[in-house]
């Protein structure tokens, strides 16, 4: 199929992107690298810069490169940053969405699948998640993504969509043999910000409130691949041919405390550096793990990076051979 992948230039798009052309796909990226990395744009892809926003832009992108499918990963991604700009979340993750699924319906393509998130749930009563918990986001970034989903609800039950909503849970590791590696800027993701205390980047690694009902009192979080998650999207593709409407959890099952997470960075990296206790941060959740089951039964989806300790090995090979990320 030709692809056109959204924010294809970006941490989880770009190994989308990787993960297209060594199947067999033509991978298009669209993204106006505000946040991506053009490096990471692996060269079996064309690349075309242009803002979801371009309305006549996305039109003629998909008529000349006649687009058979679109991945959508562009959007902003800090639940705190949304907090601070409702309005510009809901612009980029919301307003721009609908720019593009108006162009693609526009030109007739159907089949779409969606980067969604767990933050879909907010703080949800039970553990592991199961998709039909209620949805009730606490905050603009997870809002602005259930907004998404409910318009692809709506449009597909007119018979002009076939969709996918995946909710990832926490999206890490780097791909393709490590190269493709996450390199946000603010990085506010937890198994970069260790690497970097580990490579002396930073002076410590703040652990966010010790005094959670969890097995060591810090947050458990579900860590799932980037490969893994990919290979997930590439299933979800196939079955839109025949669904109008699939919507699934992606995690790999295992929680993992922040203490874990960090005692596994100084195992792997053979490095010791400094580990403060701070305040808990606002709007964490104690404990979110999915149960994917019904992604490994209705897509034969089967997480391969099952052991944190293999996952972070693939980010720490990535951030230490690029400790400035893609521009060092
Ligand atoms: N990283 C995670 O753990 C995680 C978890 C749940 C969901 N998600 C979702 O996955 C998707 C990808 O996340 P990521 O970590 O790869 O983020 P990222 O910031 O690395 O990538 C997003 C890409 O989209 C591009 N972009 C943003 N707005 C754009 C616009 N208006 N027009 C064109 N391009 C634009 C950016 O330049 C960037 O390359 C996001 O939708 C995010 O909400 C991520
Ligand atoms: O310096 C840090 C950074 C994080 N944490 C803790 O580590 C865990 C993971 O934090 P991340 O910020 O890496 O990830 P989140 O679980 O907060 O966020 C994930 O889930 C969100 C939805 O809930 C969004 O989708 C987001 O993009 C995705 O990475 C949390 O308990 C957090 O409190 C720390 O202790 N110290």
Redesign the pocket.
Known sequence: MNVLV??G?????SNMTAMLAENGHKAYV???????HIEAVVPEAEFIY????DYDKLVRVIRDKKIDAVMH?????EVGESVKDPLGYYN?NFC?THNLLRAMDFMGVNKFVF????ATYGMPDEVPIVETLPKEPINPYGES?WAVERMCHFQSQTGRLNYAALR?F??CGAGRNSQLGED?KPES?LIPLIIQAALGQREDIKIFGTDYNTKDGTCVRDYIHIEDLCSAHLLALEKLSTESEIVFNLGNGNGYTVREVIETVKKVSGKDFKVTETDRRAGDPAVLTADSAKAQTQLGWKPKWTNLEDIVETAWKFHSARPNGYSG
């Not at 230039?9 to 798009?13: C, E, P, R, S, T």
């Not at 990963?73 to 991604?77: K, T």
């Open positions: 959204c924010g230039a970006g941490y989880i798009g669209y993204d106006n690298l505000s946040k991506g242009g803002d979801l926003a990963f562009a959007a902003f991604i980029n721009n980067s969604s998130t767990a993504k990832y926490n999206a946000h993701h």
